[in-house]
């Protein structure tokens, strides 16, 4: 009983502070620019963190790195919305095969269960 009044409250309290419009003109466009600098940061890294890691699993340069890695977004992004589900899950699943595979050939695969078991 305490806790489905608590969820109550919660609800309406959310609720009530979401029809709240207190941020208007200057802060909220402020505001906004804030949150569209931090999403592009953490694409930024995100897009960085692939490069590197295509670079550690196949010797490529960041820059090739960085392009397989747009041209890959840009391309589930395209699929996004359209009918080829199967699609996206056949080459996901090719493409992490591959990276297992290469992970087994080069013996990383058994570097990091030995170093994670010492």
Excluded at 47 to 52: E, Y
Excluded at 91 to 117: D, I, N, P, Q
Aim: charged fraction near 10%.
């Amino acid at each position: 009983m305490r806790s489905e009044t608590i969820k109550r409250v919660a609800i309406a309290g959310a609720t009530a502070v979401m029809t709240l419009n207190i941020w208007t003109g200057a802060p909220l466009a402020a505001m906004w620019i804030g949150s569209e600098i931090a999403a592009m940061a953490t694409d930024l890294a995100e897009s960085l963190g692939a490069a590197i890691g295509l670079s550690l699993l196949f010797g490529l340069p960041l820059l090739p790195g960085l392009l397989i890695t747009f041209g890959a977004t840009y391309g589930i992004l395209l699929l996004q919305g359209s009918a080829v589900a199967l699609l996206e899950l056949l080459l996901a699943a090719h493409f992490y095969g591959r990276v297992y595979r290469h992970a087994v050939r080069t013996g990383l695969l058994a570097r990091y269960s030995a170093e994670s078991a010492a």
